[in-house]
C-alpha cells in the first residue's frame, strides 16, 4: 500500500526537477553573455556551411536575446564570390528574429557558395554585440542537370557536369539466356538516363568509368570463346555483348553521344573488361575517349583537383598480375568470378554480390575464403581438382584448369610480386603488404582513397574529389570524417540487377567542378534513377532521386 503511493510521488518530484531544471536551462541560454545567432530553418552541415535550396526566398536568422532593430540596418551583409550582393535583399526585424529577403528579381544559384555576415554594430537591447564580425557561410543544392529545362532558357545554361556511371556490366546474348548475367532489368532505365544526358543542355562530358562489358561472369564450365556461339577470341566476345539484342539500343546511344558535338563520352577500364582493347571499343563506340594509363587499368582527371578510376587497382584479387604468370594479366577474382557466375546459373537467387566473397587474410586463406563461401551459399558440389575451368584461349589461357591448380598456380609468387605487381600497375602510394590490398577486395574502397589521394602523408599528391567504381556501393564520404575536410571520396555505385547486389542499383554522380561553373565550391551529388508517377522529367517516367550531396 505505502509503495504504491510512494511512487507515484518519487515520480511527481522527478518529473518536477526535470522540468525545473528544463526551464532553469533554457532561461540561461536566453541570458547568455555571448550573443548567438542561428538559421533555425536550414540544415547545419559538417558543423561547417548551412544547406539551402536555389528556390529560396528568403533565409530566417534567429539570435539569442531581442535585437535593438535600429542598430540591423546596414550591419547584416549578403555576399558570394562576386562581392556584396546587399542590393538584392531587403532586412526585416522581428524581436529576436531578423528575415533576409530577397528581391523579386534576384534568384539563387545553383551549387553556390553565399555568406550572411553580421557585423558588431548589431546589437541587443540589453546591449549585447558580437566581439568580432559573425560569418555565417550557406550553400545551395546543386538541381540536377537538365531538370532546370522548363525554368531557364535551355540556351543560357552552360555545359558544367560531369556524369558518372559505372558498374552496368553488360554481357552476351548466352549470359541473359542462361540468366548468369548481372544486367537486364534495368536497361530501360539506363537508357532513359542516357537520353536524358543526351537530349539536356548541361552535361559536359559522360564518364563510363569501368565494367560497361562484363568478361568475368561466364560460368566456368561455358567456355567464354565458343565457336558456335560465333566467338573465338576477345575482340568477337565484345562485339557479341554490343550485339546481344538486350544491349543493343544502349551502345546506339552511346554511340550518338561519342558523336555528339558537345558531349565527351569518356572511357576508364575496369577490372571485368580489363582485356578490352582501345582498338576494339572504338570500333564499337566510335569517338569514345579512352583514358587508360596501363594494361587493364585507367584513369581520368576532368581537372587536375579531381581523378576518377575503377578503383582494381588498390585491390589485390582484382588487379591486373602481369608478373605473376608472365604472358596474362587476369588475377585470381576472375577465377572466383566464374565459380560465382556458375552458381548464378545453377542456382539463382543464393547469394547477392554485396555480400563478403573476399576475405582479409593472406592469399591462400583469402581465395579459401572466397570459394568455399561461395560454395556453401550455393550449396555448390564442386571438385577443385577436376579440370573443369573452361577457357579458350581467353587471356592467352588454354585450358581447362582446376580451382586448385589456379590457387596454387597464383600461391607461388603473387604475394612477394606485390610490391614489383604495384609498380608495374602505376600505384601512386604501394602498400607494404598484401593484406591491406586483399581488404580493399573487401571494403568500399575508401581507405584506398585516403591512401593514394586524399591523406598528404601517405598520398604523393592529393585532390579534393576522388571517385572510384568497383565496389558497387554507392558512397559519398568527407575526409577526415569530421566538420574539417579537406577532400571528398565518391563512389559511383551500379547498375546490376537488383537481385546481384544488396545495395542500392541504377546510381550515379553528378560532378561540377567551380572550375566549370564559375563557383567557388565543387560539388558532387550522388543520384538514383527511379520510375516514378508525374515525375516531371521531360524525358519520360524516371527521375533522379538524390541520396546524397557533398561539396568542397
Not at 66 to 78: A, E, I, P, Q
Not at 238 to 251: E, G, M, R, S, T
Request: proline letters at 5%; one cysteine or more.
Amino acid at each position: 500500500m505505502r509503495t504504491k503511493q510512494i511512487i507515484p510521488l518519487i515520480l511527481v518530484m522527478l518529473f518536477s526537477g526535470i522540468v525545473m531544471d528544463s526551464c532553469k536551462k533554457a532561461e540561461q541560454e536566453y541570458t547568455s553573455t555571448n550573443m548567438e545567432v542561428t538559421l533555425p530553418k536550414l540544415k547545419l552541415k559538417h558543423d561547417l556551411y548551412y544547406s539551402i535550396s536555389s528556390f529560396d526566398r528568403s533565409i530566417e536568422m534567429d539570435f539569442n536575446e531581442t535585437l535593438d532593430s535600429n542598430s540591423v540596418t546596414g550591419n547584416v551583409h549578403f555576399s558570394d564570390i562576386s562581392g556584396s550582393l546587399d542590393g538584392f535583399i531587403e532586412i526585416q526585424v522581428f524581436g529576436r528574429k531578423v528575415m533576409v529577403v530577397f528581391d523579386p528579381g534576384f534568384a539563387l544559384k545553383d551549387g553556390w557558395q553565399y555568406f550572411l555576415t553580421v557585423s558588431t554594430g548589431v546589437t541587443t537591447a540589453s546591449g549585447k554585440h558580437f566581439q568580432a564580425d559573425k560569418k555565417l557561410e550557406l550553400r545551395t543544392v546543386a538541381v540536377h542537370p537538365d531538370m532546370s529545362v522548363g525554368i531557364v532558357p535551355k540556351d543560357s545554361v552552360p555545359r558544367t557536369a560531369v556524369a558518372v556511371i559505372s558498374d552496368i556490366h553488360l554481357g552476351d546474348a548466352r549470359a541473359n539466356t542462361l540468366k548468369y548475367c548481372w544486367f537486364g532489368d534495368n536497361n530501360t532505365a539506363l537508357l532513359d538516363l542516357l537520353d536524358f544526358i543526351e537530349s539536356g543542355n548541361e552535361v559536359k562530358q559522360v564518364v563510363i568509368l569501368g565494367d560497361l562489358f562484363d568478361e568475368w561472369i561466364v560460368p566456368y564450365t561455358i567456355n567464354p570463346f565458343d565457336s558456335q556461339s560465333g566467338i573465338t577470341n576477345g575482340k568477337e566476345y565484345f562485339h557479341a555483348v554490343a550485339d546481344n539484342p538486350v544491349n543493343q539500343l544502349i551502345i546506339a546511344k552511346l554511340q550518338d553521344i561519342a558523336s555528339h558535338q558537345e558531349i565527351d563520352l569518356i572511357y576508364v577500364h575496369g577490372n571485368h573488361d580489363m582485356l578490352l582493347t582501345n582498338e576494339v571499343l572504338q570500333e564499337i563506340i566510335p569517338g569514345i575517349i579512352w583514358k587508360g594509363d596501363n594494361i587493364g587499368l585507367g584513369i581520368y582527371f576532368p581537372v587536375p583537383e579531381i581523378v576518377l578510376e575503377h578503383g582494381h587497382r588498390y585491390d589485390f584479387f582484382n588487379c591486373p598480375q602481369p608478373l605473376t604468370n608472365p604472358g596474362h594479366i587476369l588475377p585470381p577474382g576472375y577465377f572466383i568470378s566464374r565459380l560465382y557466375a556458375q552458381g548464378t546459373m545453377d542456382h539463382p537467387g543464393n547469394l547477392k554480390s554485396g555480400e563478403d566473397i573476399s576475405g582479409s587474410f593472406e592469399f591462400k586463406t583469402a581465395w579459401d575464403i572466397a570459394y568455399l563461401h561461395t560454395i556453401l551459399q550455393y550449396k555448390m558440389v564442386v571438385n577443385p581438382y577436376a579440370m573443369n575451368i573452361l577457357m579458350g584461349g581467353i587471356d592467352n589461357y588454354p585450358g581447362p584448369y582446376s580451382f586448385h591448380g589456379i590457387k596454387e598456380m597464383y600461391a607461388t609468387n603473387i604475394e612477394d610480386l606485390w610490391g614489383q605487381t604495384q609498380v608495374q600497375n602505376l600505384v601512386p602510394y604501394p602498400m607494404a603488404c598484401c593484406f591491406h590490398a586483399i581488404w580493399n577486395g573487401h571494403s568500399d574502397l575508401y581507405t584506398a582513397a585516403e591512401m593514394e589521394y586524399l591523406d598528404p602523408a601517405t598520398a604523393p599528391k592529393t585532390y579534393k574529389i576522388v571517385g572510384f567504381g568497383h565496389t558497387h556501393e554507392p558512397l559519398l564520404q568527407v575526409y577526415p570524417k569530421s566538420s574539417v575536410y579537406s577532400g571528398i571520396y565518391a563512389n559511383s555505385g551500379s547498375w546490376i540487377d537488383a537481385s546481384q547486389t544488396s545495395y542500392d542499383v541504377r546510381t550515379y554522380l553528378i560532378i561540377t567542378p567551380g572550375a566549370w561553373s564559375g563557383s567557388a565550391i565543387d560539388v558532387v551529388s550522388l543520384y538514383q534513377y527511379n520510375l516514378e508517377t508525374n515525375s516531371g522529367n521531360p524525358a519520360g517516367g524516371y527521375a533522379p532521386k538524390l541520396l546524397a550531396e557533398e561539396s568542397i
